[in-house]
């Protein structure tokens, strides 16, 4: 998973446990350490996670949206999705009666002779209104069938150019999370608050699962080889595509589904 993407799943799926039902929002992820430093912005002030959730809380935000914030996202941004600033880029949007914000991560790697460490700094800018028109609701099931054929096309595909590792391990183990089949009893996700659903619950630890874009050894660094060699480069092509779409879009919609 994109450690930028899988941040913003966390707050906005911690922050409406907080903001609906005062679930407990703590998060080692989300605190100051040598290696991460996570801030917000507001009102010339850098906030803690915990001191940024009071603050929504006392000012009547009621939910947190994912949201992306390209007008036209590039259909090639899951070959760069793996790395640092890469991928489709989202906010995080803050929801009230009236006045709704987004907030924008800024990542800053901070070198040390000794060290590095990342500074995340989030900043309030203006939802608008033709921001808010693109952010149709989704719903979960037409999510959930959307990825699954996804997935099975992928699969196909990965048996054909002679990768059915990414099938046997990957994609058909989340087709079983999906249908709630899988015997397995691992979380690949991170645990939702228990105001979400057990179809988000599903969908999210399917959408880790099936996470296959990366550096070195992903499905983004041999896998384009071989399907060149299998004449099958244009269909690698579109499926990948379609697969780091249908992802982020189930992402979206599980940590979403509360918001509706």
């Known amino acids: 998973m994109n450690g930028e993407l899988h941040q913003m799943l ?73 790395f640092a600033g890469g991928g489709a880029r989202h906010g995080i949007a803050t929801l009230a009666t009236t006045g709704h914000m987004i907030w924008i991560p800024e990542w800053k790697l901070d070198r040390h002779p000794t060290r590095s460490s990342w500074q995340v700094t989030y900043c309030a800018y203006p939802y608008s209104g033709s921001q808010q028109a693109g952010h149709a609701f989704v719903p979960l099931a037409d999510v959930t069938l959307q990825l699954r054929t996804v997935l099975e096309q992928v699969g196909t595909l990965a048996e054909q150019i002679g990768e059915a590792f990414w099938k046997q391990n990957f994609f058909d183990p989340a087709l079983q999370l999906l249908d709630g089949s899988s015997q397995e009893t691992a979380k690949y996700a991170f645990e939702l608050p228990p105001v979400y659903s057990a179809e988000a619950w599903r969908l999210l630890n399917a959408v880790y699962k099936s996470w296959v874009f990366g550096g070195m050894g992903s499905w983004n660094d041999s896998t384009p080889g071989m399907a060149y060699a299998h004449g099958k480069e244009a269909e690698y092509e579109r499926y990948s595509g379609e697969l780091y779409e249908a992802l982020l879009q189930s992402s979206r919609t599980a940590v979403n589904s509360v918001v509706f």
């Not at 906005?12 to 903001?19: H, K, P």
Request: glycine letters at 4%; proline letters at 1%; hydrophobic letters at 35%.
């Open 10 to 82: 966390l707050i906005t799926a911690l922050g409406n446990g907080y903001l609906i039902n005062a679930n407990d929002a703590a998060s080692k992820e989300l605190e100051q350490t040598d290696r991460l430093i996570v801030r917000f912005c507001s009102e010339d002030q850098l906030l803690t996670w915990s001191a940024w959730l009071e603050q929504l809380r006392n000012q009547k935000y009621q939910r947190l949206m994912l949201v992306h914030t390209a007008d036209n996202p590039s259909t090639s941004s899951w070959q760069s999705s793996g």
